[in-house]
């Protein structure tokens, strides 16, 4: 039998520490940067933070233009007069949160973004707030968003393809405020939840009052909700029996939407 040869032993080097010698002759000063390198390091240090300054108070990085896209004209020409005290000041000297609170005074603006382009431009990409209604007191007509704040006022026959919502006479409006009218701000609520439902059909009006929730679609029926709770589902249900009632002045009433009913003469209730 051949023999098995035995493994080698690992074998370990052990590198000798500098001697004393090596290093007595070694001094901390000699780490440290000369006096020469510290007062250029300062002045170099000096120089940036004075042509900072110098640059965010001078007209060096004025602001000239302000270049504005997602808006469309009425709106851009808005957030242009809200920011026309800027023009002048420096770009380093611009507060983001400036320019935010005066464009949040807007109430065609729903959100805003910007970013400086030196030497002389600041870009926004606006996004316009959302048109859903039309508010009408009497002969007075104002635009809503979908957020509930009055956009502006209007004629008696602008934006014909936005519902109606109608408040009374007492009833305060104001434009860049939100509708204080609470059956009003319900209707522009759950006309919200309506279109990210994806509700197609065209709304002609929308009534809240008294805690019932009524939409009036455009040469069709009445769809009653009752209450806003499971608006969703009530939504579904409604869309299901529309062709029962489709282009007739009768209703659709789902407030409770196991039980869904479709009349011929909207003044019945149709509960019972």
């Known amino acids: 039998m051949a023999a098995v040869p035995r493994s080698r032993r690992a074998r370990a080097a052990v590198l000798p520490l500098p001697g004393s010698g090596q290093l007595r002759g070694f001094t901390l000063t000699q780490s440290l940067p000369s006096g020469r390198a ?4 300062f002045a170099l240090l000096g120089a940036g933070a004075l042509a900072y300054i110098g640059a965010r ?5 004025a602001l000239r233009t302000v270049q504005i896209t997602g808006a469309p004209p009425r709106v851009a020409a808005h957030v242009e007069q809200a920011l026309a005290p800027l023009r002048g000041r420096s770009l380093l000297a611009l507060n983001g949160g400036e320019i935010e609170r005066r464009l949040a005074l807007l109430p065609d603006v ?6 400086r382009d030196f030497p002389h431009t600041l870009r926004l990409v606006v996004t316009p707030a959302h048109s859903i209604a039309v508010l009408r007191r009497g002969m007075s007509a104002w635009i809503v968003s979908s ?3 009055v956009i502006r006022s209007a004629g008696l026959f602008a934006a014909p393809k936005l519902p109606r919502i109608w408040v009374p006479r007492s009833a305060s409006i104001d434009v860049g405020t939100s509708v204080a009218d609470p059956d ?3 209707a522009v609520r759950a006309l919200a939840l309506v279109r990210r439902a994806g509700f197609a059909r065209r709304i002609a ?5 008294d805690g019932e929730l009524t939409l009036v679609l455009d040469q069709g029926p009445e769809l009653r909700f009752g209450d806003a709770t499971s608006l969703s589902l009530k939504l579904a249900v409604a869309s299901r029996m529309l062709p029962l009632v489709a282009r007739t002045s009768g209703y659709v009433d789902v407030t409770v939407p196991a ?4 009349g011929g003469n909207p003044k019945v209730s149709g509960r019972g």
């Open 205 to 209: 009006a929308v009534r809240a009052a």
């Open 259 to 262: 039980r869904p009913i479709a």
């Open 147 to 149: 957020d509930g704040r």
């Open 184 to 186: 009003a701000a319900r």
């Open 110 to 115: 729903a959100s805003v973004s910007f970013d």
């Open 57 to 61: 108070e001078t007209s060096l990085f």
């Open 38 to 41: 510290l007062l250029l390091g």
